[in-house]
């Protein structure tokens, strides 16, 4: 997990309505403390309120995503310290990936209209209503629905980050993704593979088939093949949300590759993966390969760097399961239970 991206937070029991009466209310998912999923109940709240540079869209879909489980659970514990809330959380309203249509923009804004359909990443997208930052929002794709469109801000952000920004990710260039078929797996596969890398993926036996679909090269099962076991090696090694040691990772690195971890599941309550993220760039000044750590970023910019490549169809939201604004605490059960292909939708 990264724990930076979900720390910024807004208030989201301030009421106001589209009209700005202040006394609308709206179904919601909300969560005061924390816990298992059963700590998600649906109620009727006041609608947020806008900020002068923010958007309140209705929402039709919203993404799930691994961080929302985290900050369910309130583990690691680091979070907590880091501002999500130390005792319960600080959103009531959990979510972050939302699709929907502008109802009300806040008087600073000059992207958006009353009318547009959008993109991108809110603090309570599982309600009928939600604010957005107009710089972490962008116009849907004409050809994706709601639900595609829910599916790409968080996961699809992460994964372009991952390869260009920190992977500087070139055509022709080998690239492993280990967790190929998760949320943000299922884009870094898609995303290498448009931009002309060669992509090896690594999954469970389940999952083979969907990661070759989505363009991968080769297609390694963890339970059979071991990826370090010195008989390849890759330019890039994208690492999400994993637990292999970086002495392992580096064996599957060429010389003067380089590895990007990008978030970590295991290695105890108080810091999960987090530990093993901080200590690649720690460790990458005494070796010749670059080891590095993401430290996703929450803009609107990744999404319209996506939408020419969601647009040509070379890279297609992949969607599990979608599910009703009251079973999220199924779809949260189903997504800890770890058989999720790519991700899981919230539909309004």
Request: charged fraction near 20%.
């Amino acid at each position: 997990m990264d724990l930076a991206k979900h720390a910024t937070t807004h208030e989201d029991s301030r009421g106001a309505g589209p009209n700005g009466s202040g006394d609308a209310t709206m179904r919601a998912i909300v969560q005061e403390t924390y816990g298992s999923a059963n700590v998600l109940r649906l109620d009727h709240i006041n609608q947020p309120e806008v900020g002068d540079d923010e958007v309140l869209i209705r929402v039709h879909a919203a993404g799930l995503d691994r961080g929302t489980w985290h900050v369910m659970t309130g583990r690691p514990y680091l979070m907590r310290v880091l501002g999500f809330g130390f005792r319960r959380p600080k959103n009531r309203v959990p979510g972050l990936d939302a699709a929907g249509v502008v109802v009300a923009v806040g008087a600073d804004v000059t992207r958006f209209a009353v009318g547009d359909e959008v993109f991108g990443i809110s603090r309570g997208s599982f309600a009928e209503y939600a604010v957005v930052r107009e710089d972490k929002l962008a116009h849907k794709p004409a050809n994706l629905s709601f639900s595609q469109a829910a599916a790409v801000p968080v996961s699809a952000g992460t994964a372009l980050q991952a390869l260009t920004d920190v992977g500087q990710v070139e055509p022709g260039r080998s690239v492993l993704v280990v967790g190929a078929s998760g949320g943000v797996g299922s884009y870094a596969v898609q995303v290498a593979n448009a931009l002309g890398a060669v992509v090896t993926g690594v999954c469970s036996t389940a999952k083979v088939e969907l990661v070759r679909s989505l363009g991968a090269a080769q297609v390694l099962d963890y339970t059979r093949d071991d990826f370090a076991d010195g008989t390849q090696h890759w330019d890039l090694i994208v690492d999400i949300g994993g637990n292999t040691p970086l002495r392992r990772l580096r064996r599957a690195l060429t010389p003067t590759g380089t590895l990007v971890v990008v978030g970590g599941e295991e290695g105890g309550r108080w810091t999960g993966g987090f530990g093993r993220t901080l200590r690649a760039p720690l460790w990458s000044p005494f070796v010749r390969q670059r080891l590095t750590m993401l430290a996703s970023k929450e803009r609107a910019s990744d999404q319209e760097r996506l939408t020419p490549l969601l647009e040509s169809g070379q890279v297609v939201p992949s969607i599990d399961r979608t599910y009703p604004l009251d079973q999220v605490p199924v779809a949260m059960r189903h997504l800890e239970a770890g058989h999720v292909r790519g991700k899981v939708v919230i539909t309004l």
